[in-house]
Nanobody, 115 residues
Framework: VQLQASGGGLVQAGGSLGLSCAASGFFFGTSDMAWYRQGPGKRRGSVAIITSGGTSNYADSVRGRFTISRDNANKMVFLQMNRLKPEDTAVYYC??????????WGQGTQVTVSS
């Protein structure tokens, strides 16, 4: 299993970033996927979920600002983040959902939102 997240960076509050994740080594098309994040001093948790059929769900903290999508043909998952807030600062990872199925977290991608 390989999951490579990219697209993070430094952005001012109110700005936008788009994250991408390339997946391989498992049956992507039949897997529910999620973006997770771990902020400083916090536990890792999911913020956006997308089922194999394309249904999405979001944590309350990001609903209305973040959009998750997937490209099954190219085994990619995306996260569009708008109206970013300093509390969105975290390392972002993509992986299978639920977390019990997740593995090989990799390094993730750092998102830093300045106030």
């Amino acid at each position: 299993v390989q999951l490579q997240a990219s697209g993070g960076g430094l952005v001012q509050a109110g700005g936008s970033l788009g994250l991408s994740c390339a997946a391989s080594g498992f049956f992507f098309g039949t897997s529910d996927m999620a973006w997770y994040r771990q902020g400083p001093g916090k536990r890792r948790g999911s913020v956006a979920i997308i089922t194999s059929g394309g249904t999405s769900n979001y944590a309350d903290s990001v609903r209305g600002r973040f959009t998750i999508s997937r490209d099954n043909a190219n085994k990619m998952v995306f996260l569009q983040m708008n109206r970013l807030k300093p509390e969105d600062t975290a390392v972002y990872y993509c992986n299978r959902f639920p977390e019990i199925w997740a593995s090989d977290w990799g390094q993730g991608t750092q998102v830093t939102v300045s106030s």
